[in-house]
């Protein structure tokens, strides 16, 4: 960014699910830079949007971009995205004609305003941030206790966890399958929902410690996996 000129973009991505949240210090220093720099500053929020509160996540940061973008939360698993931002950057749009097969497609629109109703009135956050959480200190408590190697992180609702191992792929796999056998469909990370409850979380970490009790002991985790090891990332596209 330092390096950018007058007119560029910079953009941000919004999404803490691998690491701890920006703070409020780093964002607001990268919001300065793109003012005095004169660049359009845009927050990537379609999987942090509508999870921690009624709207963007930087609306907790305090720090206001050119450029917010969401989607997913916001219908609530119907298709919809928004865009938006300041009238001297989104003005810039009126010169561009955007042709559409779906132009007159309402009802993302209608799930949206829906979605977004439900989440005020059932104050949905509150339950997504309670539930996250208690899944993180549930994950780190029993870690403890089985003395196997983990790491969690990201935002409550969005709680991910990584196991610290020579094969780590290999524990993330055998992890979902005995969850699955146990009635859990789960993989590295978990997006906690409004119809979560206490005892479902209660359940799932019960659960959980009796699969960290094995993969903390087994000498072998390959032979207790009935398929192959999870891909990493995108590696499965690569020949």
Known sequence: LMDAHPGQF??????????????????????????????????DELT???????GGIHMIHGVEPDIAVFG???????????IIGRRSVMESAQATF?????WTEKIGFVAANA??????????QTALIKH???????????????????????IPPLAHIEFKSENPLAFQTYYAQK????????GAAVYTTQSYTDEIVDEFIEASKGVFQTLATSPDVLQ????????????????
């Open 132 to 154: 996250g959480e208690r899944i993180q200190s549930g994950w780190t408590t029993i870690a403890n206790e089985t003395g196997l190697a983990v790491e969690v992180s990201g």
């Open 48 to 54: 942090s949007g509508f999870r921690m509160n009624l």
């Open 72 to 82: 997913k939360a916001l219908g609530n698993g119907y298709p919809i995205s928004a």
């Open 224 to 239: 207790l996996l009935k398929g192959p090891v999870k891909h990493g990332g995108f590696t499965r596209l690569v020949k």
């Open 10 to 43: 910079a953009a941000i991505y919004m999404e803490p699910q691998r690491s701890e949240p920006p703070t409020e210090t780093f964002l607001q220093g990268v919001r300065d830079l793109a003012t005095n720099h004169q660049c359009v500053l845009i927050f």
């Open 179 to 186: 969850m699955l056998e146990l009635g859990f469909l789960v």
């Open 98 to 102: 955007i042709s559409s097969t779906f």
């Open 115 to 124: 979605t977004i109703e439900n989440m005020r009135r059932n104050e949905t």
